[in-house]
């Protein structure tokens, strides 16, 4: 628990000395630092605080992959772990620390653990971590709806091209459809058959949109994975938004064609054929 405690960063500034020297201190560094720097365990380093303090010797004790953490990603900071005496000896600043985190035993209440850690000591805030995480995604949620909302605007808009697409390519079989009603095929029988045409369409088109999806979604994630050296996944396309967006393309496709469809049959067939002509 007091590695973790220590677990807050200072800005690494890191010098291969290749000598190892007394009063050496252990560090766990992050994967990330380990790959760009071409770093390992029992390397040593010499660390120093941000202010250009005394440095001191380092050895590389364990090689870390923290928990990809997206409100960190864009900071391209690697992390470095000191035990705490370590890192207050090294600040210069011993007993003080802006901020730890208690893994608390399964079972403990959080809120009567947070209340007995309130009436111990003064100075400093305790947050549990639901709240504190509500309160640093505010900007994800935000995006989140925009996201929404472009969704929503994307469906409205396809949609409509689908009802016009549709209402053209339907018209465009207007002598079919006055043979067939010349030969005694009845209305029904024409507007199912236009029907089940355009679930076909909409089934078909729905399969190869999951399919671009799927590939675009792996496109993306491998390409900011790449680019940040993280295992972040930026794209996910779940199975429910699959059965949401295969469902919403038949029944637009199916109404869009169901309109189509009443608008051809309800003419009659010398006026089908004189408007084909």
């Not at 009567?112 to 900007?139: P, V």
């Not at 979604?217 to 779940?238: E, G, K, R």
């Not at 429910?240 to 469809?261: D, H, K, M, Y």
Request: charged share 15%.
């Amino acid at each position: 628990m007091l590695r973790r405690a220590a677990s807050c960063l200072i800005l690494l500034t890191v010098l291969w000395t290749g000598r190892a020297t007394a009063q050496r201190i252990g560090i766990a560094i992050e994967q990330r630092l380990a790959e760009a720097s071409g770093l390992s365990v029992g390397d040593t380093l010499s660390v120093s605080s941000p202010n250009g303090g005394a440095r001191r010797p380092a050895v590389v004790a364990a090689i870390v992959e923290p928990r990809a953490d997206p409100a960190t990603i864009l900071r391209k900071e690697y992390r470095v772990r000191f035990h705490l005496a370590d890192l207050a000896e090294l600040l210069g600043q011993p007993d003080r620390i802006d901020r730890a985190a208690i893994l608390l035993q399964p079972g403990v209440d959080p809120n009567s653990a947070r209340a007995l850690l309130g009436r111990t000591a003064f100075g400093y805030e305790l947050h549990g971590t639901a709240a504190l995480a509500s309160s640093s995604s505010t900007t994800f949620l935000v995006v989140s709806r925009f996201h929404r909302a472009i969704a929503i605007i994307s469906v409205l808009a396809s949609a409509i091209f689908l009802l016009c697409l549709m209402l053209l390519k339907v018209d465009a079989r207007r002598q079919d459809v006055a043979m067939l009603r010349f030969i005694g095929i009845s209305r029904r029988t024409v507007f199912i058959a236009l029907l089940l045409e355009a679930g076909v369409i909409a089934a078909v088109g729905g399969v190869l949109g999951i399919g671009i999806a799927a590939i675009a979604s792996a496109a993306v994630n491998a390409f900011y994975q790449q680019t940040f050296a993280t295992t972040l996944i930026f794209s996910l396309l779940t199975w429910r938004t699959i059965l949401e967006a295969a469902s919403l393309g038949l029944v637009l496709g199916l109404g869009a064609g169901a309109l189509a469809a009443w608008r051809l049959v309800r003419l009659p067939p010398l006026v089908l054929w004189g408007r084909a002509g």
